[in-house]
């Protein structure tokens, strides 16, 4: 008797994540912006698919058809982190290899930091040490006037060829900005702005790769913008510490989550519209096109499927592994992406272990093909 109801809870605790898993998959599908709560399952799509694997292998060690249940969705998200599309022929062997890398790297440079003098130093060192050819950068601050911070950045990397641009977040005399350094030619650049609202703004950077023209895209899609207090309601729920959990703050606890949910409902709204300006822009360019930035969003999410989708995702193509990006919440968190189209192709792609913003830098390595 005990052994048949343990059979049909575990079966039911199954079917529950096997329709949270449905849900985050067929989320790419809904406009966040009008459902926010179902967009929010996106958000749980590497718990629920583990889960649902683990499940695969639970029914199989009982001998159980039932494995094929879970079994049939987990295939079929799967493909999601491969792209077969890629061909890598017609390379030819004296083709140089190029390496990109996007970062959001937290304020670099911005004054009021404890110890910004040293991080500043630290991060330029680090991106110094990755050999690049390009790097698109999100976030970072001007330093005090006349944009310092690029001037530096531009010495130490030792690229001759910049396109910055001041957003309009400001603190005083500090502004903040984004980047694009290029070891290549800029023959072409300009700012880009959606209609919605927000501040953010897509750099379009055209370089010149020997007698390629190659459009570079650096962008930082809308953020969540969370106070302090709402990070650290996130950080604590997801810390499962019994005492978040208590029955005297259940009302409390309502309140900061309806907070959370409003305040990313008004990001979406932004978001959505910023990411169908970066697919036109996509769309139009006339060059090969590599997209780098901070989407934000997960690889299961609408923002992600409308831009991605005439795009090669450089982690599919070449990467391995979740490669969480985003360093705060929980693990598995994608939001940073280098993806591209075109006469090039992706040989390699990682996330270096790198903790000095709340996201990690991904880079990517490049050839032209022929």
């Keep these: 008797m005990f052994r048949k109801l343990a059979k049909y809870i575990i079966i039911i605790i199954n079917i529950a994540f096997l329709a949270a898993l449905i849900a985050s998959g067929l989320a790419c599908f809904v406009n966040p912006a009008r459902h926010t709560l179902i967009a929010l399952f996106c958000l749980g799509f590497p718990i629920f698919f583990i889960i649902n694997i683990i499940?695969?292998?639970?029914?199989?060690?009982?001998r159980k058809k039932f494995f094929l249940i879970p079994l049939a969705p987990v295939l079929i998200f799967a493909l999601r982190f491969i792209d077969f599309s890629a061909e890598n022929e017609n390379i030819s062997p004296n083709t140089e290899s190029f390496r990109v890398m996007t970062y959001n790297a937290h304020g670099i440079g911005y004054p009021y930091w404890p110890?910004?003098?040293?991080?500043?130093?630290e991060i330029a060192d680090f991106i110094h040490s990755q050999n690049l050819d390009i790097v698109c950068i999100q976030e970072f601050s001007n330093g005090d006037h006349d944009f310092p911070t690029v001037k530096r950045l531009t010495q130490e990397f030792n690229f001759s060829h910049t396109h910055f641009f001041k957003t309009n977040w400001t603190r005083g005399d500090v502004k903040g900005g984004m980047a694009t350094f290029s070891k290549f030619p800029i023959v072409h650049h300009e700012n880009v702005k959606s209609a919605t609202d927000g501040d953010n703004i897509i750099l379009i950077t055209d370089v010149l790769i020997k007698t390629d023209t190659v459009r570079l895209i650096n962008c930082h899609l809308q953020s969540n913008k969370f106070s302090i207090g709402e990070y650290k309601f996130i950080e604590d729920m997801n810390s499962f510490d019994t005492k978040v959990y208590k029955n005297t703050k259940i009302e409390s606890n309502l309140k900061?989550?309806?907070e959370v949910a409003e305040r990313m409902r008004k990001a979406y709204n932004w978001r959505v519209g910023q990411a169908e300006t970066l697919a036109q822009l996509i769309g139009n360019s006339p060059y090969t096109t590599i997209v780098c930035g901070d989407f934000n969003d997960t690889p299961s999410s609408y923002i992600y499927r409308n831009v991605s989708r005439h795009m090669h995702d450089s982690h599919r193509v070449a990467g391995s592994g979740w490669q969480n990006t985003y360093r705060r919440f929980w693990p598995g968190i994608r939001i940073d992406y280098i993806l591209y189209n075109g006469n090039i192709t992706c040989t390699s792609s990682k996330v270096p272990a790198y903790d000095a913003s709340d996201h990690r830098p991904v880079v990517g390595e490049y050839i032209l093909k022929r």
């Design 256 to 258: 900061s989550l309806l």
């Design 55 to 62: 499940f695969v292998f639970f029914w199989l060690l009982c």
């Design 115 to 121: 110890k910004h003098n040293e991080k500043f130093s």
